[in-house]
């Protein structure tokens, strides 16, 4: 008999965002997202979801009032969050990055800007689970050079949008913001890319670890 389809896990968000709210989490939701993203296609055998969970603190959990409220925070970001984020390593589910409202202004700008980089840079944290350097299978390696190169690019639009002795017509910022959507989907593209390339590296290495072959002599 076929197997019955297991139905996806769905993060609640609202629940993840209030929480994250009462243990005071430095880390924003956005970049949370990416971090664990990055994690589950990590190549790093010691990656793990508790491990990432803690390092949203620094390194240690915050202090819970009881054991039900340290089961509530790791079931909403590992069974829930975590969980809900594997499924795009199937490339019929991409990942989207999140879709903030902006107003179409200089600190509007400033916002997406900075929300982009901070997805960026928790992907590529989440990827090399503490990793000074990583075995990147080639597709992977070739997208993660993209994404430092769209990583510089919204950097330096995020420089120019906070300093206010730059000059910025609102025909410029209009722009600005248009090539931000762009480079949005290009990201997208690459770290699904990466994300993909990962996955299938990994099962093709499992595969020949179950599956070692005839002996020779």
């Known amino acids: 008999m076929p197997q019955e389809r297991k139905p996806p896990v769905i993060a609640n968000e609202k629940k993840i965002l209030a929480l994250l709210e009462t243990y ?3 880390v924003p939701f ?11 296609a990590t190549p790093a055998m010691s990656a793990s ?3 990432v969970v ?19 925070l790791i079931g909403v970001l590992v069974n829930g969050l975590w969980n809900s984020l594997t499924r795009h390593q199937k490339r019929s589910d991409p990942f ?8 179409p202004t200089r600190d509007g700008l400033a916002q997406l800007a900075l929300i982009r980089r901070q997805e960026l840079d928790g992907f590529v944290e989440g990827l090399f689970s503490g990793a000074e350097e990583l075995d990147l299978p080639t597709m992977a ?3 993660l ?9 919204i950097a330096g639009v995020h420089e120019v949008a906070i300093d206010p002795s730059k000059p910025a017509e609102l025909s410029d910022i209009a722009t600005t913001m248009k090539h931000l959507r762009e ?7 690459e770290i699904n890319r990466v994300v993909l390339d990962c996955t299938r590296a990994r099962r093709q290495m499992i595969g020949s670890a179950s599956n070692p072959g005839p002996m020779r002599h």
């Open 96 to 103: 989207r990055l999140v879709r903030p409202t902006v107003t």
């Open 145 to 153: 050079d993209t994404l430092g190169e769209v990583r510089a690019m």
């Open 49 to 51: 979801p508790i491990t």
């Open 30 to 40: 956005h970049e949370i997202r990416t971090r664990f993203l990055g994690n589950i």
């Open 141 to 143: 390696s070739a997208a």
């Open 24 to 26: 005071a989490c430095p």
């Open 183 to 189: 480079l949005t989907r290009i990201t997208e593209i």
């Open 54 to 72: 803690k390092n949203l603190w620094g390194g240690e959990l915050p202090e819970f009032e009881s054991l039900d409220a340290v089961n509530e």
